[in-house]
């Protein structure tokens, strides 16, 4: 709010309304995790002319904005991102906004927006950003450690599998097929299948692919200096 | 997703801690009403030397982000905003989303976000956006026609009240009292006590003061014209 | 509790699980309406020789337990009964409970359950209870006195349906026909063409059947009377 | 339902109520636990002359009904109960109605309900039951073994802490105090203090009374025997 000093609130006959807002707590002892994601991001990659299969600016932002919600949200203790999407899981304990799912779930992905927009020409100096994008988010509890494990794997076998596909679909498009060419050659292929394909007809050997595209990016709190800087890891 | 085909998603070990996610669609027959709102709207306001009482710069800029909001979701009939805080009116029988209240809360509050970055250089030529500010949503259930009368009243009241006390407040600063002793002129005064000090000691009669600032800003769809255009009413 | 009066609790060091306890209550100005089910009923008919295709014993008991429920919580305006099933449909403006919706779904299938019992000797009584039967409910909230007086359609359709099929269904297998049989024989019947059979084969006229058994049970409180009696009317 | 086979429902326009049922699947990996409580068992207890502090032939009745909810569901690997109250634990991982928590919660404390009149006869072979009570049910989700623990733990403090209190109260009031004046007495003494007066003043050495009503009642399913057959244990 913008007033300077909370005052007292006459009541009025319309203030019943308030009740019909339902409490969203989130169970005790679970990990909070926030999961965002990108709206049409296919649409705004294309409009952007982002380099394919990935793009280092594109995913450089993204990291950027996770750091400035990891920034205003301490209790966030990692964060795991890939694509179009970062997940922010909260300390299992945490007390922030008292626990309303709700709050955590909105405050993370709005910070994640307004970075995301605000940072975007220090990555793209060159190229004014055509329209304001949006994204998604949801709030899933684990209540153990190994599910929260479990979690961030599922997102980064999704990473490995999309990144594997896209490397080999991309690199026969740019070799001159069509896009349902390309989708035609790449139906029913397995992972050791693609690799022979990236080997045998571009030279290219998966296991030297950056880790940025083929692991994502993990971004931790750097206990050790402050609270409030982080250290950024690039798996 | 950045991926151009969606592609049969290879089965993993942790593909079970998607099922933690529990589905939360809306009630039917119901007003869903997202309502965001600006956190730390205090500081953010002072680090950018906001006009006091109001703005008009910063509520214009409110009015463009909640319009972008409503051109992104078609089923939004009404937003109604004032000060930091806008609401936004779906369809009772919209289907937008399967109606999970998580993904209409977000999507709403990141496209206002991302849209008040945007477009804050077209309300704020000569100021540069010093952070990226953050929102919260909530989604709220409304029975019955009049309930959702009752809560656009509520926040038109609310409006209303804070206004005043904002008008008074200011003037008093602005005439050289400090903050604290603003404060104390105002403890305990009624509404009209607040008319009568802003007319004796300030000449200025409330009833005459701006519409926007003292009723807030509602955002129709004009279905006359198309879809996807907005007539925006300033009242 | 047994406790003639309340004491101050001692605090513990496992207070804290308390806080696990989500809260539930139900969205303001909705109709709650609680269904409870008989469970595995079929069985349960079986081993007590009900008759087919309608036990009135049964109705009866099913009916008595509903008036149970009504007697001990006064917000209940009317009930709904057929077959196993009975619905209770609360005042929109209940705070029984606090409108605490496992609460109220609780006391009415209990309530429900230990009537059932307890009043089985007044209906069958020359038959012993073999086992204690279960019963589930759950509670869904209506927005709209449209909606509720769908649901109650829903469930009266429900009703005709069911009880449709189940005379022919008993009447055949009545004349010889074994289960298998007789469920051929109705193998994608349509209403008019059950209406034919039970008249042309067993001169029976749908329409003049008890309305009990074609309509179900509708209780509802007699205000003139007191708040505390309850007239029964069996459409 | 009594239809002795299921048939294929005709669609009509009523259905559509079906959608105002909202899912509400338990959080997996979290340990269910349904705890039911007695209504007004304070009256119930005075009506039905139950002995105090502790009257073994109700304690010994809610046991019965309580193995009754076990013997019905499987997935149920501990009950705990004291007073007129029990705690029922389900498996970790249990599909039992797929995990609907409305279900777990109504078919526990319809089978209790239905089973304490039933077997109420055989714990009061002289006395006439005389009204259906009622119990409430709730579902509370605890993610760690430790909280499990806890919540144990958490109902056993109280059931130590109410029996001391209440053999106190009701030894005074044995020995012609009023309710008032043995509460008045009691006022402010902790446990040690209550100890010394059972002691000093009627003889009683608090850790010599029975287990049953100083902690309660545990049952545990008996996998060695068989599934179905369970081993009651009171501590």
Redesign the interface.
Known sequence: ?????K?V??H????????????D?C????WPVVR?D??N??KF?TTHN?EKPNDDRALKLMTAAAT?VMD?LNDIVLAYGQ??EYSFVFKKKTKAYNRRS??L???V???????????WKKYFPDLE?Q??????????????DK?LR??L??RQ??CH??NM??YC?WKLVQSGLT?VES?ER?KGTL?GDKNELLFSQFGINYNNLPQLHRKGTVIIRDKERSTNHLAKIAR
Not at 27 to 30: A, E, G, S, W
């Open positions: 709010k913008t007033l300077p000093y005052q609130m006459t009025s006959q319309y203030d019943y309304v308030k009740s019909f807002e339902i409490p707590p169970l005790p002892n679970c965002i990108g709206k991001f296919h990659s982002f400035s205003l694509s179009d709700s709050k779930s909105s405050v992905v709005s910070q994640f927006s307004t970075s995301y927009v605000y940072h950003l329209y304001p994008p949006a994204f998604d988010s949801r709030l899933v509890l684990y209540p153990s599910n479990d979690y794997s599922w076998v999704d599998i999309n596909y896209n679909f896009h989708q790449l992972s």
